[in-house]
């Protein structure tokens, strides 16, 4: 990974060299002009030679682990980058800190940098000196059998770009029986209340989530409640009971809550129903035995599925409900291959020419799923070419291994060496979180680009680019889809365990970065990046921590007191990631954070941001959405690089949670033109006057907006040429959103306005205003007050994918016309009290699959049409009246029960519930029948 590195760093020299005009001109010293000359000639000289070296480390780094030579020289090459970057980001800082306070100011820092200067050329003179030493002793030991592999260069820049290749179904080969035994066994006897549990195990990366995942996706809709929950080896019995709780829906505040309440509420919530719970990854049989097992009400039908790699986990189940995974066959093993290597051919068949080879690659994946996926992958963004293959091939054999299995070892390995560098540092960065965390897209994303590993390409912002590359992780099968939104981006994924313990091996060994999890002997020395995945951090040691440029904590309850001494020793810090901790104040060590970027306290209690927060000059990133936090300090003005603020107060109004903007003081926003995002800020004819020098907005957020604010806002959205998404909040339901006066810019995808529309005005405002947002996938209104007459303007949003409707319709009848909303994949509409008839004309909602009713009392009969809906794959009642539900329970007229239950026969799945009970019950539907569960 040194190439990585290198390359990273090659990127923070060329902006400290286009510094070198600007820190002439402003110097006012003879000797501080002679000492920057220096200097910048030393900055330039290491990166001339690095950039020459980045080529040769591209190629090198293969065989570091087979010759000593060559791991030894790339191990220098990483080391003397480390300190190369230490100097730079000194010398980047302390330029920049000239540029603040008066004249006398400014010129007694320069003379006291003047010192500096020569220090730091000094510096990295000695390292440019040890650069051409390990150059030249390199070159009097290079390897012969190297030269023919020098110079093919970067072959993998243009797989950016591949179409996203989410499917799961394809890794369902050779298991077909098992699958179908599973799913037997969770669906036989559900009209009985019995309990039965059941287990697939076998060893990392054989496929046993993916065989659950794939029953569990076609049984769970025959539940009235499902949830599957990821267990992991460093688990906690009070998180699992959490996440347990809410993958079942359970809406409850679990904050403080003891263990005894919690479950008592999962039962309460679980009494009467058929459910299914799938414990994912059990390392140890304790966890169900004395953890688990008496949590869940036994006077019901239950179906618990655990998956393993140890036998005395799977040996819960009784002998005839355990599945043991094993590596898959010669025949099985060519068919998951040829669909992933050849996933972008029609026929997904091996050209003879490569069988041969293809065979050999098989040969060395034993069998292993995972492994097959990943070299099937890799092959994909080859040339389905002899000489291709055979060069993937031959790198296969270079490597070597420890590991028992080893040919599976050498294909993961292969398949990260394969990325290009730029990917190399995404990827290993996605390791620093927990075992099976979920890693959200725009976390990621923000992380990375604050990081360095994100560079401008081509006609791209860093965000396209960045997104590039996550999806560019995922068609090589090295990270795995969780979720999707309606638009079909990926929204998060997870990196499988297997790979994960293979990049951390790896990001250890390269100084990249470490996971604490406090458990035995634990060393920060020489390492970049830190992970705290442990309440307990008194054996950190302050001293080890020097160099660190990102730490990320996981744990909630972290004693920030303890904290604080590595935050004063990690002077280069340049990510510091406290989501989720229960930490209210932030420490005053922080702020003396000069190269800090991102600066993430979201989901925290955090009340106060102290004006030291303008010290962090270099800071991009500002997330402290869903906090206390209600204003702004003025001082955040001086945050000239600021990418992406967002600040939101969590608030309880009623039985609605909001998030409130924060207040900004006059004249901050404006002094920041560069920024991304900003959301959401309290509404101000002052505010909304600044926000109208932000032209290169992408995401805009502002809140408690009144009707006079119209004009100053359609001004600033006027210059929003490049906004993706922006939400609207008037300050009170009934205030009119002002929609006439705005002049949405056309590069929408997604908008969310809260407040009434104006019912009389809204077909033209609609068609003036709205008619050109082509890329508006998302709408979200809330209070909107829409009706019979109005609701059909927003048919002219032919592209939309979901459609959120929450306290927005008033009207007692509501028609989709013939060809509307033709992409549409999600309606739901909630708290609609008069609407009482759905009419859905043939052709309309074309592509839908989930549709929601929440508390709609008049609505007592299914929607006129729904029968037309082939796509529908989930139709949701919540809280509906009585006589929909006596429909749906078949409790009203034979006859007519059956005609109503034939139109939503080919929905697979039917869910509802009734006024006044916090339960669902579900109907069971087939193609061309209907049936009460």
């Known amino acids: ?132 030493e390990a150059a030249k002793r390199r070159a009097r030991y290079v390897i012969p059998r190297m030269h023919g592999q020098a110079g093919r260069g970067d072959h993998h820049a243009g797989s950016t770009n591949q179409n996203l290749c989410l499917a799961r179904e394809d890794d369902v080969v050779g298991t077909e029986h098992n699958a179908e035994k599973l799913k037997q066994w969770l669906l036989g006897d559900l009209k009985e209340k019995n309990y039965k549990i059941a287990t697939v195990w076998g060893m990392g990366g054989v496929g046993k989530t993916t065989l659950v995942d794939h029953v569990y996706k076609i049984v769970k809709l025959d539940f009235d409640a499902a949830a599957w929950v990821t267990v992991s080896q460093s688990y906690q019995v009070e998180d699992l009971l959490k996440r347990i709780a809410r993958e079942f829906g ?172 730029e990917l190399k540092n995404c990827f290993l960065h996605c390791a620093m979180f927990p075992e099976d965390y979920e890693l959200k897209r725009r976390r990621l994303i923000r992380h990375w680009i604050t990081s360095g590993f994100i560079k401008e390409k081509e006609n791209k912002t860093l965000e396209q680019v960045a997104e590039g590359y996550l999806n560019d992780l995922v068609n090589r099968s090295l990270l795995q889809v969780v979720l999707k939104n309606a638009a079909e981006r990926v929204q998060c994924c997870r990196m499988h365990d297997v790979i994960r313990h293979l990049a951390l091996g790896k990001a ?137 603020i967002y600040a939101s107060a969590s608030v309880n109004e009623g039985s609605l949670w909001r998030y409130r903007g924060v207040k900004v003081p006059r004249g901050i926003i404006k002094n920041l033109p560069g920024l991304h995002a900003l959301q959401k800020v309290k509404a101000s004819s002052e505010i909304l006057s600044d926000v109208t020098a932000l032209t290169d907005l992408r995401t805009f957020a502002v809140d408690d907006l009144t009707s006079e604010h119209a004009l100053i806002l359609r001004s600033a959205l006027m210059n929003m040429r490049n906004l993706v998404h922006l939400t609207i909040t008037m300050s009170n339901e009934n205030e009119v959103l002002p929609l006439e006066q705005l002049s949405l810019p056309e590069t929408l995808s997604k908008l969310e306005l809260i407040g009434q529309l104006e019912k009389k005005r809204m077909p033209d405002q609609i068609l003036s205003s709205w008619l050109h947002l082509n890329y508006l996938t998302h709408l979200w209104l809330m209070f909107s007050k829409l009706d019979e007459n109005s609701f059909p303007s927003l048919l002219v949003l032919h592209n939309l994918c979901s459609l959120y409707l929450f306290k927005a319709y008033d009207g007692k009848t509501l028609c989709f016309s013939s060809r509307s909303f033709p992409r549409l994949r999600k309606l739901q509409i909630e708290v609609a009290p ?88 579900r109907i069971v539907t087939r193609e061309g029948n209907a049936f009460a569960g």
């Open 508 to 644: 250890a060994t390269e100084c990249f970065g470490k996971v604490y999890e406090g458990r035995g002997t634990f060393s920060v020395d020489g390492t970049r990046r830190l992970s705290i995945n442990s309440t307990s951090i008194v054996s950190l040691n302050p001293s080890g921590v020097t160099h660190l440029r990102g730490i990320y904590v996981f744990t909630s309850s972290v004693d920030i007191d303890l904290l604080r001494p590595i935050l004063a020793s990690v002077t280069l810090l340049s990510t510091l990631d406290l989501q989720g901790t229960e930490i209210k104040i932030l420490p005053n060590e922080v702020f003396s954070l000069f190269n800090l970027r991102f600066l993430g306290f979201r989901n925290t209690q955090i009340e106060v941001l102290p004006e030291a927060i303008g010290r962090l000059q270099n800071l991009e990133v500002l997330d402290a959405l869903d906090t206390c936090l209600l204003s702004l300090p003025k001082d955040v003005a001086k945050l000239k690089k600021l990418r992406y």
């Open 1 to 132: 990974m040194a190439e990585a590195v290198v390359g990273v760093l090659i990127g923070k020299l060329g902006v400290a060299l286009a510094n070198q005009a600007a820190a002439y001109g402003a110097s006012l010293l003879c000797k501080e002009a002679s000492a920057l000359k220096g200097l910048f000639g030393e900055i330039h000289k290491a990166k001339e030679e690095l950039v020459s070296m980045k080529a040769y480390l591209h190629e090198s780094e293969k065989f570091k682990d087979t010759d000593e030579t060559t791991g030894i020289f790339i191990n220098k090459i990483r080391e003397l980058s480390f300190q190369i970057e230490d100097v730079v980001d000194e010398f980047v800082y302390k330029l920049e800190d000239d540029k603040h306070g008066g004249f006398a100011a400014k010129m007694k820092k320069r003379i006291k940098h003047v010192k500096v200067w020569h220090r730091l050329a000094h510096k990295l003179r000695d390292i440019n000196v040890e650069l051409e």
């Open 250 to 421: 359970i809406i409850t505040d679990a904050t403080n809550m003891e263990i005894r309440t919690l479950v008592e509420i999962i039962r309460k919530h679980l009494e009467g129903k058929r459910y299914i719970l799938v414990l994912d990854d059990v390392w140890e049989k304790d966890v169900w035995i004395n953890n688990i097992m008496e949590v869940f009400p036994t006077n019901c039908t239950s179906r618990f599925v655990l998956t393993s790699r140890k036998f005395d986990v799977a040996s819960l189940a009784a002998s005839n409900c355990r599945i043991e995974l094993k590596p898959l066959g010669d025949q099985h093993s060519w068919e998951l291959f040829c669909k992933a290597a050849f996933r972008n051919s029609d026929d997904k068949r091996c050209p003879s020419e490569l069988q041969d080879l293809a065979a050999k690659f098989l040969q060395k994946c034993e069998g292993l799923p995972i492994a097959i996926a990943c070299i099937g992958r890799l092959l994909s963004f080859k040339q389905p070419t002899h000489s291709d293959w055979d060069s993937v091939y031959k790198e296969l054999e270079l490597q070597s291994t420890n590991n028992v299995i080893q040919g599976v070892d050498s294909i993961l390995r292969v398949s990260l060496e394969d990325l290009p560098y």
């Open 834 to 921: 008069q609407l009482s008839q759905v009419e859905i004309e043939e052709d309309a909602l074309g592509s839908v699959v989930e549709l929601w009713f929440s508390l709609c009392p008049e609505l007592k009969q299914l929607p006129h049409g729904i029968e037309y809906l082939r796509t529908l794959d989930e139709l949701y009642f919540e809280r509906a009246s009585d006589e929909l539900i006596k429909i749906l329970r078949q409790e009203g007229e034979a006859k007519e029960c059956k005609e109503e239950l034939m139109k939503i026969s080919h929905i697979r799945r039917v869910r509802f519930s009734a006024t006044g009970e916090d339960f669902w019950q």
